[in-house]
Nanobody, 122 residues
Framework: VQLQASGGGLVQPGGSLRLTCAAS??????YGWFRQAPGKEREFVGA????????YYADSVKSRFTISRDNRKNTLFLQMNSLKPEDTAVYYC??????????????????WGRGTLVTVSS
């Protein structure tokens, strides 16, 4: 199983970026995005849960970020709008078989991509 995240970069506050996570090898019940800012612990951003085909978001990104998935290509996307400096972090995609109550827990995901850096700065 391989996960490859891409699309990070430098963007000004208020700008947008779209991250892509290409998964290969098999399909999973859950695909998530997490991020880790400098000096902070990794935190949940959002996830697609195949158990009910719903998408869940952290409160900090709700209404600004949108997760979508291309099932045919087994690819996950994270559209990030209205970016803020506090969104600066390394963003990781992850895959696994969480249960609904653990969809926002990083330990519920077995496979991780290498991460892509998003920097929001003027």
């Amino acid at each position: 199983v391989q996960l490859q995240a891409s699309g990070g970069g430098l963007v000004q506050p208020g700008g947008s970026l779209r991250l892509t996570c290409a998964a290969s090898g098999r399909t999973f019940r859950g695909y998530g995005w997490f991020r880790q800012a400098p000096g902070k612990e990794r935190e949940f951003v959002g996830a697609f849960f195949g158990g009910n085909n719903r998408i869940y978001y952290a409160d900090s990104v709700k209404s600004r970020f949108t997760i979508s998935r291309d099932n045919r290509k087994n690819t996950l996307f994270l559209q990030m709008n209205s970016l803020k400096p506090e969104d600066t972090a390394v963003y990781y995609c992850a895959a696994g078989n969480p249960i609904l109550s653990s969809v926002s827990t990083d330990s519920a995901y077995n496979y991780w991509g290498r991460g892509t850096l998003v920097t929001v700065s003027s």
